[in-house]
């Protein structure tokens, strides 16, 4: 590592990287990025990360399905039924 180089921390979000304290460089300074991960990615157990994505459904599927059916219901409201 160069004397000007500084390592930095911080999070990926998509293309773009957001760093936890100020880098010191005037905006719109060209840099070179380097990404190294801080720690292995961690492999889920199957399902958790249905159950993740469900957010506050995760622990109320019962009242999940029930949602679920009740939209399906309101949505053939005043639709025309398919002829053969």
Avoid: C
């Avoid at 160069?2 to 957001?18: A, D, F, N, P, Y």
């Avoid at 840099?31 to 292995?40: A, D, I």
């Avoid at 949602?67 to 053939?76: A, G, H, I, V």
């Amino acid at each position: 590592m160069s004397m000007t180089e500084t390592v930095l921390k911080g999070i990926v979000h998509g293309r773009t990287i957001e760093l936890e304290h100020e880098s010191g460089l005037p905006d719109g300074q060209q840099v070179k990025v380097t990404v190294e991960p801080l720690e292995k990615a961690k492999r889920l157990p199957p399902g958790e990360g249905l159950r993740r994505s469900f957010g506050a459904w995760a622990d109320h599927a019962e009242e999940l399905d029930e949602y679920l059916e009740w939209n399906r219901q309101q949505r053939k409201l005043g639709r025309p039924g398919i002829e053969p």
